[in-house]
């Protein structure tokens, strides 16, 4: 992802790519080189960590790592309440759990769709190089589910199981997440909705990282605009 990010801003005509980090490099206003936002597509374990090193450096973050936490991204918020305290203001750090336009338009229909359903389930597939599980998509898509349902007062989906509540995947918020790691993956994701008589699936599917990419730049390009933290790019997205 990183090496394809990179050849994405060196293809477009009003960004520059002035530095490339790798693991082990420390992130730092002198190794930035200059730059105004930077993009993390790294792991969970240190994500968190550059995008404080970011805020430091007075550097705009835009990551596409997953992982995050309501912990986590509360330490975000707190650092840039501090750094705009300290006369830095205006930093923005927008993460997302997909920057693929398909997965962020999916999500979006599920959330819409969530309150006119009995019961929703969501299966993500990926590739087994992937190291967390369920993939930040799911999550956001289930987690946006379960707050149109609550909004709509339903209650938790029909479900009798008594035993084997390890086969019935993640629960998110009540929302069932199922993980498949198979090679010949890239990132894929299936939302389903069921009522008496009737099945609503919603399928996503990304087949090459260079899908991402348009994302990612109206993001890089977005995020100098938007103090604080954004969760999501539907939120840069002119999805009324």
Not at 22 to 28: H, N, P, S, Y
Not at 94 to 109: W, Y
Request: charge should be negative; aromatic fraction near 4%.
């Amino acid at each position: 992802m990183g090496a394809t990010v990179c050849a994405a801003v060196e293809g477009a005509a009003d960004l520059e790519l002035v530095a490339r980090l790798d693991a082990g490099d420390e992130v730092t206003a002198a190794t930035l080189g200059g730059a105004d936002v930077a993009v993390d597509f790294t792991i969970p374990s240190a994500t968190e960590a550059n995008v404080h090193a970011l805020i430091d450096a007075g550097v705009h973050a835009v990551v596409g790592t997953t992982g995050w936490t309501d912990e986590s991204r509360g330490r975000v918020v707190a650092h840039l309440g501090r750094a705009a305290a300290a006369g830095a203001p205006g930093l923005g750090v927008l993460i997302a759990p997909n920057f693929g336009l398909s997965a962020v338009l999916a999500m979006t229909f599920a959330a819409k769709a969530a309150r006119y359903f009995e019961s929703a389930e969501v299966i993500e597939l990926h590739h087994p190089d992937k190291v967390d599980a369920p993939s930040g998509t799911a999550r956001h898509t289930a987690a946006a589910i379960a707050a149109a349902r609550a909004d709509a007062g339903l209650g938790p989906g029909p479900d009798a199981t008594e035993t084997g509540w390890e086969a019935r995947g993640a629960d998110v918020d009540g929302v069932r997440v199922h993980a498949v790691r198979l090679r010949g993956l890239v990132a894929h994701e299936e939302i389903l909705f069921g009522n008496a008589g009737e099945q609503l699936v919603i399928r996503q599917d990304s087949f090459d990282r260079v899908s991402f990419m348009p994302g990612v730049l109206l993001a890089v390009r977005e995020v100098v605009g938007r103090p604080g933290l954004t969760v999501g790019l539907e939120n840069v997205l002119d999805l009324a």
